[in-house]
């Protein structure tokens, strides 16, 4: 076994969840890289340290620059705000080391190119965090299609839903500025992703974006709200499938709303994160009268979960899903092979991202570019 410095960049929602996956990874999976919690930095000195003697650092850094040039930090972890990542990874890949940041890649097109652009001419390990694609519920439908399962596909549904913003009264605060941190930004990239994971390359698509609560309270009176609460697309698939897809931040009562269906020739598959350790599969055989959904429990013979459990329906949750791409990016920089979802991965759901707002703009349907 080696050690690998780890670094990380940003110690809030995100940075606490890689804290603890760092943390455990080799535990858990009995890795052959076992990560260093080595250096911390935060958006302050004083917040940098106080992240260090939380998460377990041997050292704060006062900011992201000392941390990737420290000889100590092998590797790169960036939680950080996405207007940050382009500067951070691309000074990191000058440097040699690899890169794991979080979604969205960048805050714009330009960002994910240039960042794609910096970890392939580096010829470096680069990954995105898109975790909840990483489920074992999630990692089994894959193979379920891959598998043919239930033949032909013909259709798919998706949706990332949340609640967070569905209150009016709800006080302004950052999430309710700037295009990236707004919910095409923010949760539409999971569903993005996903939605090509499972059913390949979206060629096409039409979208409406819009900002259900314009105005909210601020300091010193109502403040405007300058991006988007919830959007939609249609897309024609390339495989010629069509599918529909929905993200909100201000879809009251759902929480964890990561839910997807596909249709297929044979059967059907359903998919909710707010009950993550369940897929239901519907598979069109034997008597009318005795068909309808299953509901499978994941456990042991799914991917990616006896190392956490051995007991089938116990179940994974949220953290886990954070160490299994601990496990995925340690194993990129270990082999020297690329890890799906890397950062060509994330430009291509930015693309996507980026032509809804095109679409949404003049209200016609636009073709996905491809590089």
């Not at 897309?235 to 839910?259: E, I, N, P």
Request: contains cysteine; proline residues 6%.
């Amino acid at each position: 076994m080696q050690e690998i410095g780890i670094g990380l960049i940003g110690g809030g929602y995100m940075g606490k969840a890689h804290a603890v996956a760092y943390a455990a990874v080799g535990a858990v999976f009995n890795t052959q890289l076992r990560p260093r919690l080595e250096m911390v930095t935060a958006s302050s000195p004083e917040s940098s340290e106080r992240y260090r003697a939380a998460f377990g650092f041997a050292r704060a850094a006062p900011d992201w620059q000392t941390l990737v040039a420290d000889p100590k930090v092998e590797a790169i972890v960036i939680a950080a705000p996405q207007a940050t990542h382009r500067q951070i990874a691309t000074a990191a890949f000058a440097l040699g080391k690899p890169v794991f940041c979080e979604k969205p890649l960048g805050a714009s097109v330009s960002d994910a190119q240039a960042m794609v652009a910096a970890a392939e001419s580096a010829k470096l390990p680069n990954m995105i965090g898109f975790n909840y694609i990483r489920t074992p519920a999630t990692q089994f439908v894959r193979q379920l299609l891959a598998e043919g399962a239930i033949g032909d596909l013909t259709w798919f549904r998706g949706e990332h839903t949340e609640d967070f913003l569905a209150d009016p009264e709800i006080a302004a605060n950052w999430r309710c500025h700037d295009r990236a941190n707004g919910c095409m930004g923010d949760l539409a990239p999971h569903m993005v992703n996903c939605a090509l994971a499972l059913m390949g390359d979206i060629t096409e698509l039409s979208a409406r974006i819009e900002t259900l609560h314009p105005m909210r309270d601020g300091p010193n009176g109502p403040v405007p709200v300058d991006n988007d609460d919830h959007g939609q697309m249609m897309v024609r698939f390339a495989s010629g499938v069509m599918g529909h897809l929905y993200f909100s931040r201000a879809a009251t009562g759902r929480k964890m709303g990561y839910a997807y269906e596909i249709h297929g020739t044979k059967g059907a598959i359903r998919f909710d994160q707010e009950d993550q350790n369940a897929v239901w599969l519907y598979l069109a055989e034997g008597p009318d009268a005795q068909r309808g959904f299953t509901k499978i429990l994941t456990g042991p013979a799914h991917p990616d979960y006896l190392p956490f459990c051995q007991g089938p329906g116990h179940g994974t949750g949220y953290q886990d899903q954070i160490i299994i791409e601990a496990r995925d990016f340690l194993n990129a920089i270990q082999t020297g092979d690329p890890v799906w979802p890397t950062f060509r991965d994330g430009l291509a759901v930015a693309r996507v991202i980026d032509t809804a707002f095109a679409s949404a703009t003049d209200g016609r349907w636009h073709s996905v570019p491809k590089d």
